[in-house]
């Protein structure tokens, strides 16, 4: 219990910092609304909250050891991230008498499949093992800390959501939303080669 309130302030900077699903989180609002971006949210923090689970039983582990898995694992990320900010990029701005089609969204499956591949959140998950876990009861603690982390990355998403909102709202014109777009495809880009640079 005394590792509780270090482990929630771990947690709100891993999902609150900027980063990939961050930013498609953000544009994915900017475009569809809330609504339609609540589900990828809760997709995505499933996703990584069972990743965590999973590196605690030990499933993860596994992976972890072969460096060739965690190699194209970040390889299919990029790749997958790159083609992703393509399609922002190019993306109508939201337009109030014309609905955007639904099937050019992000689907919840490929929201929580971004956290698989995605060896931060894998490295994340040995983190929160390996620094919050101990005693006795490891599988009680490991469940606990898996559905905390869901908890606490929840909100934090539904933050970068409603800014997607506001700056739909706040910016108003076609011209002004299209710039939005590609300055977050630029983002969203530059975050997923960046790592892979250096």
């Known amino acids: 219990?005394?590792?509780?309130?270090?482990?929630?302030?771990?947690?709100f900077v891993a999902s609150i910092t900027p980063g990939p699903t961050n930013i498609l989180v953000l544009s994915h609002c900017s475009r569809y609304g809330l609504g339609a971006t609540l589900p990828i949210i809760l997709g995505a923090c499933v996703a990584a909250a069972s990743i965590v689970l999973a590196v605690g039983l030990g499933v993860g582990e596994t992976l972890l050891?072969?460096?060739?898995?965690?190699q194209?694992?970040?390889w299919f990320g990029v790749?997958?991230?790159s083609w992703l900010a393509w399609q922002i990029y190019h993306s109508p701005?939201?337009?109030?008498?014309?609905?955007?089609p639904r099937e050019k969204s992000i689907s919840v499956a490929s929201a929580a499949a971004l956290q698989v591949v995605n060896p931060k959140v894998w490295m994340m998950a040995v983190a929160v093992v390996s620094v919050f876990v101990g005693g006795s009861d490891k599988s009680t603690q490991i469940v606990a800390l898996s559905a905390l982390?869901?908890?606490v990355s929840v909100p934090c998403m539904t933050l970068w959501a409603l800014l997607g909102l506001g700056s739909t709202r706040a910016l108003g014109s076609p011209q002004a939303l299209r710039r939005l777009n590609q300055l977050l495809a630029g983002l969203l880009l530059l975050s997923a080669w960046l790592p892979v640079l250096l």
């Open 65 to 70: 050891q072969f460096a060739w898995v965690q």
């Open 1 to 11: 219990m005394e590792s509780l309130l270090p482990f929630m302030l771990f947690a």
């Open 72 to 74: 194209a694992m970040a």
């Open 93 to 100: 701005p939201p337009s109030p008498d014309a609905a955007v």
């Open 149 to 151: 982390f869901l908890l």
């Open 79 to 81: 790749l997958w991230l």
